[in-house]
Nanobody, 122 residues
Framework: VQLQASGGGLVQAGGSLRLSCAAS????????MGWFRQAPGKEREFVVS????????GYADSVKGRFTISRDNAKNTVYLQMNSLKPEDTAVYYC????????????????WGQGTQVTVSS
């Protein structure tokens, strides 16, 4: 599966952005999906994940209550709604496809999008 992330940009603290990740192929619904982020000089970190059918989700503590993941299997797309953004959310955001939404390690995900930059100004 090939993934294409979009929707990043520059936003002021407290603002919102919605990221999208479009998948090619007809196997999208077979994969759990995750969003990760990587800030300069830091390791890639887990943000949120969603199960194949969308019924289960997992969130990093740092984004709970502010970010929401969803997916539309008919459109082969996963979304990340980000509200109440903070400067520390600044990073390149990556979508990824894997076998289980329960996994939080980047090593557990098999396919990756190219990343989209999110910059939050204070």
């Amino acid at each position: 599966v090939q993934l294409q992330a979009s929707g990043g940009g520059l936003v002021q603290a407290g603002g919102s952005l919605r990221l999208s990740c479009a998948a090619s192929g007809r196997t999208f619904s077979r994969y759990a999906m995750g969003w990760f982020r990587q800030a300069p000089g830091k390791e890639r970190e887990f943000v949120v994940s969603i199960s194949r059918g969308g019924g289960s989700t997992g969130y990093a503590d740092s984004v709970k209550g502010r970010f929401t993941i969803s997916r539309d299997n008919a459109k082969n797309t996963v979304y990340l709604q980000m509200n109440s953004l903070k400067p520390e959310d600044t990073a390149v955001y990556y979508c990824a496809a894997g076998s289980s939404w329960f996994n939080r390690s980047p090593k557990e995900y098999d396919y990756w999008g190219q990343g989209t930059q999110v910059t939050v100004s204070s």
